[in-house]
Each structure stands twice: as structure tokens, then as C-alpha cells.
């Protein structure tokens, strides 16, 4: 189906309420003694009860039958996926690079979970606090096949081609240049429109994404709450066995079902999955000198208990206009306490020439020193200065407060750049 097909509602957070069959919606009572149309009444809970109303998070659903009718689950293999603690290897403080993870070739058939591929991550599902990068690269439908999630929220940044997440709360079309956020505990489904699909995929084990205080920005301008969609009702009904696969303490579990888990006929709440379109971004940039900090590009936070200091950011890199006057453009040589994975989905990043590719992605961990290549730093500190737009690009970065750590398996891939630290060796002595 093209987009336009799918029925979205908009608004971050918001109350919404939606039915895929007339009636099936009770009035003014949420679990009714006998629900509509002989459905069972059943609410997700995202948040402690006694959580704010401010951040409370819940969603009744209304579904053919109870999540709770399943057999039991048994452990399965993991595959290239990894989770918290990540202590494969001791903290390594160099820089690190990778070209794009190769697409599963057209006789080895790959769906979403088999793609799963870890990068790199920190903290701890127990303790719900930290974050994973993973990958992901598939060329095949999730067929007769679910997953969820009970460690984290998953979110989804398409690099090649489309997703289809098919959510018990109704279906998300996700292209390259959207995102997407499914929540922790929500059953789900991947569709390939296009046949094959790669892209990153940020686990945040800890608070759940929000939108960022715009602080002295005022009322306007980074993400609006209007542009993000939840999904419309919908729900699947099947009589034969599908597998349900849960990651769960690190692990993944397996349980087959006799009927499908996207049963939810009418839902209401504000735990639900989103989608969002980058291009929709306001953009808040320098109009008179200097590279303001990033943070200026920060779409969603997960929030710690220090306020400003994020358990994972979310930032892009999008189109934009640069007018600094007397300035170096591209982001400045900078070392930071905190740690960055960098992705790119299309065009050129404006700080590197050469070796990031979309799909690749870089880690520069904690004061880590880093910055432009020796090459963009020649061109950017020499050029003759106009307004410029820097078009056809978006970049993204997860950016945590504790040190990422790789996977042994990131650090010993042959799509690992080993040369990685000579793009700055041709920085010279220029001092006068």
C-alpha cells in the first residue's frame, strides 16, 4: 500500500481514540462488565501508575482475544543480536568507523529479526537505564512472525528502502528521511514494501522518548507536537500457528500462538506507536557568527534524573541554509563527555570528505577527540563566504551520557574501517 492508504492520527502523546470497526469502541467506561461486539477490554501500561499525569502513559485496547492467552516461551538463539551489560570487550577509547552492513544476498533469506545486527550499547535492561545501537538489513516479510520488545522502545531510522510496522495499535509506513518509534512491550510485524530494507535501530532501555524543553527558544521551532502520527485501528485474525519472538533480559524467547497478536479492534490512549517525517524539523541555526552546539537538533530525549543530561538523544543533521559570518562552518574540532554514535542516511555529511557512506556509522566516545577531516578542514577554512544551502543530506546521531561500548562482533567485522584515525593525519603545523 503507498502511504496515502494508511490512516494516521496526529499529535505526540495525545489522548487519541480510534476503532477499525464501528461500535467497537465502549462509551465513557474502560472496562465495561461485557465490552463491544464480545471483545476482551485490556490496558498497556507504559508507566508506573502513580507516575504524573504529565508523563503517564497507558492505552486501553479492545481485542479478539487476551494478550495473556499464550503457551509458554522458550529461549532461542540470539543471532548477531546483542544487549546490556555490554562487556565483551574493555572500554576502547579510539575513534571507530564502518562502512554500511551488506545486504543479505537474494538466496539467504532474511526478515527483520534474523537482520538484527548490535553495534555497540551501555547500561542495563534490569535496571532500565542505557541504550543499544543496532542494525538492521532484511529481504523478506515478517511472515507468520512477530517480535516484541519488553526490553526497550525501539527506534527506527530507514536508511534503504521502506518498513511497514504492522503494531497491535495499527499500522506505521516508515520511509527513508522518517522515524518511527514502537514502545516497549507492543507486538509487531515488518513489511518490505521494496523488497529489501536496512537501516539503524536505537533500543532505549531507559525513559521513554519525549520532546525536548525548547528553553530559551520559546513556543516555536525544532519538532511539533502536530507532525508526529499514531496509527489508525486495525487488526489481523488468523487461525493458524504464528511464532511471537520477545526479547526479554538480553535474550530472545519463542511462543507460538494460535492466532495473531495485532488483534486489537479499538484502541484509546496515549501508549501507542509514532511516526515522524524529518523534513517536518524546524530548523534553529546562527544568523550572525559561529556553529551553534547540536543540541539544537535534538527530536527526541530520553530524560535521566539530571535535567539537561539525556540517557539518549536523538539529533539530526537535516537541509539547512548557513550564513555565519566569519565562521567555520562544519562542526568544530571538539572533544565531549558525551558519547556519540553517528549514522547517515543520504547526501554527504559536511564534516567528513570522504568514508562516510549512508548506511556506515561512527562512534566517538566520551572525550574522544574528533571533528572535521583534513580535507574539509582545508576547504571550509579557506572558501570565500556566502549564504549556502546545504541540501540533499540528513545525518543523525544517538548520543548517551555513558560511554557506548562495541560488540566484539562490530569490532572484528571486515565492513570495519581500520584506517579510520588517517583522515585527520594530513592536518599540518600551520602556526605562525
Not at 535492561?125 to 511472515?143: E, F, I, P, S
Not at 533480559?249 to 501507542?272: F, I, K, T
Not at 572533544?335 to 553517528?342: G, I, K
Request: glycine fraction near 8%.
Amino acid at each position: 500500500m503507498a502511504d496515502d492508504e494508511f490512516r494516521y492520527l496526529s499529535g505526540f502523546g495525545n489522548e487519541f481514540a480510534t476503532e477499525a470497526v464501528e461500535g467497537a469502541l465502549p462509551q465513557h467506561r474502560n472496562s465495561p462488565q461485557q465490552a463491544p461486539l464480545g471483545l476482551y477490554a485490556e490496558q498497556i501500561s507504559g508507566t508506573a501508575f502513580t507516575q504524573p499525569r504529565a508523563v503517564n502513559r497507558r492505552t486501553w485496547v479492545y481485542r479478539i482475544l487476551p494478550s495473556a492467552k499464550h503457551p509458554g516461551f522458550r529461549r532461542i538463539g540470539n543471532g548477531a543480536l546483542r544487549s546490556a551489560p555490554f562487556d565483551e570487550i574493555e572500554p576502547d577509547p579510539n575513534r571507530l568507523r564502518w562502512d554500511p552492513l551488506p545486504i543479505p544476498p537474494a538466496d539467504t533469506p532474511t526478515d527483520f529479526i534474523a537482520g538484527l545486527y548490535t553495534v555497540a550499547g551501555n547500561g542495563d535492561v534490569k535496571t532500565r537505564n542505557g541504550m543499544a545501537v543496532h542494525l538492521y538489513a532484511a529481504n523478506q516479510d515478517m511472515q507468520d512472525r512477530y517480535f516484541v520488545d519488553s526490553d526497550g522502545e525501539l527506534l527506527f531510522v530507514p536508511e534503504l528502502g521502506a518498513i511497514t510496522l504492522h503494531t497491535e495499535l495499527g499500522p506505521l509506513r516508515v520511509s527513508p528521511g522518517e522515524i518511527a518509534v514502537v514502545p516497549r512491550g507492543i507486538r509487531f510485524r515488518v513489511e518490505l514494501p521494496d523488497a529489501i530494507a536496512r537501516g539503524y535501530l536505537c533500543e532505549n532501555f531507559g525513559a521513554a522518548f519525549t520532546l525536548p524543553e525548547r528553553g530559551p527558544i520559546g513556543a516555536n521551532g525544532l519538532a511539533n507536537e502536530r507532525d508526529f502520527l499514531a496509527p489508525h485501528a486495525a487488526f489481523e485474525e488468523r487461525s493458524h500457528t504464528v511464532q511471537v519472538v520477545q526479547k526479554f533480559g538480553g535474550n530472545l524467547w519463542a511462543a507460538d500462538y494460535d492466532h495473531s497478536p495485532l488483534d486489537v479492534v479499538a484502541w484509546h490512549g496515549s501508549y501507542a506507536p509514532y511516526k515522524y517525517d524529518t523534513a517536518s524539523f524546524m530548523v534553529i541555526g546562527t544568523i550572525s557568527f559561529d556553529h551553534p552546539d547540536p543540541s539544537i537538533f535534538t527530536v527526541l530525549t530520553s530524560p535521566s534524573e539530571l535535567p539537561g543530561l539525556a540517557n539518549v538523544d536523538f539529533v539530526i543533521f537535516p537541509p539547512r541554509w548557513l550564513v555565519g559570518e566569519d565562521t567555520f562552518r562544519p562542526p568544530w574540532f571538539h572533544r565531549n563527555v558525551m558519547s556519540e554514535y553517528m549514522g547517515l542516511i543520504r547526501g554527504v555529511y559536511d564534516a567528513k570528505a570522504a568514508g562516510f557512506e549512508p548506511g556506515g556509522g561512527s562512534l566517538h566516545n566520551t572525550f574522544a577527540s574528533h571533528g572535521p577531516d583534513a580535507e574539509t578542514y582545508q576547504r571550509a577554512s579557506t572558501q570565500r563566504l556566502a549564504p549556502t544551502k546545504l541540501d540533499q543530506t540528513l545525518a543523525f546521531m544517538f548520543e548517551s551520557r555513558w560511554t557506548i561500548i562495541p560488540t566484539k562482533q562490530a569490532m572484528q567485522a571486515g565492513h570495519r574501517q581500520r584506517d579510520y584515525d588517517s583522515v585527520w593525519s594530513g592536518l599540518s603545523r600551520n602556526f605562525r
